[in-house]
């Protein structure tokens, strides 16, 4: 009697391992066919975005600030582009990514990625994102950015993000390859 007892424990255990070995094999399965990689995800978006083709990421590392960070920095193939993809923190529903372009050193170009913020569309209608376009990065590193009245932790997000690309733009680009094109 025990042993026949003993035995249903033993088939219970091994029905539930190789229960849990099939799901784990699924599941990786299932990993391995949606992988989405975040860098090719990055150059595709860049790409989408000015037109041009990159296929080198400048740093891979990217930077963190206080208030923001760049995930990544890229130069165009053509070296006309300089795409950043940034996070700025401070918004009300946490970090915001932002995609920012710039031609030479002018700001041609921000896309918003990534976020949980629900007063986004605040800072299009208030033309918030004019007071950024087609500065030069110089510019930039002076602006006080105007916040949008009803969506300020929003637009603080945003420009911590933009700040975030200046600085790296400043400790890292400037004085190197951007010169020679820009």
């Known amino acids: 009697m025990a042993k026949s007892k003993n035995d249903a424990v ?42 041009a083709s990159f296929s080198e990421m400048a740093d891979e590392e990217g930077q963190s600030y206080e208030n923001g ?25 946490g970090a915001v ?27 299009e209608s208030a033309n918030f994102y004019d007071q950024f376009l087609g500065k030069d990065i110089a510019a930039l590193d002076e602006l006080n950015a105007d916040l949008v009245s009803g969506a300020t932790k929003s637009s603080t997000a945003v420009a911590n993000a933009i700040a975030a690309a200046v600085r790296y733009w400043n400790e890292n680009v400037a004085g190197g390859e951007t010169n020679e094109s820009a």
């Open 69 to 93: 960070s760049v995930v990544y920095y890229a130069l165009s193939d053509d070296g006309e582009w300089r795409a950043f993809l940034a996070s700025g923190s401070g918004g009300y529903g």
């Open 97 to 123: 990514q932002v995609y920012l372009y710039f031609r030479g050193s002018v700001l041609e170009k921000i896309a918003v990625g990534e976020n949980g913020e629900t007063f986004l569309g605040n800072l």
């Open 10 to 51: 033993w088939k219970s255990i091994l029905v539930l391992a190789a229960i849990a070995l099939c799901s784990g094999l699924l599941l990786g399965f299932f990993n391995v066919i949606t992988y989405v990689d975040p860098l090719q995800s990055a150059y595709d978006r860049f790409a989408e975005d000015t037109g």
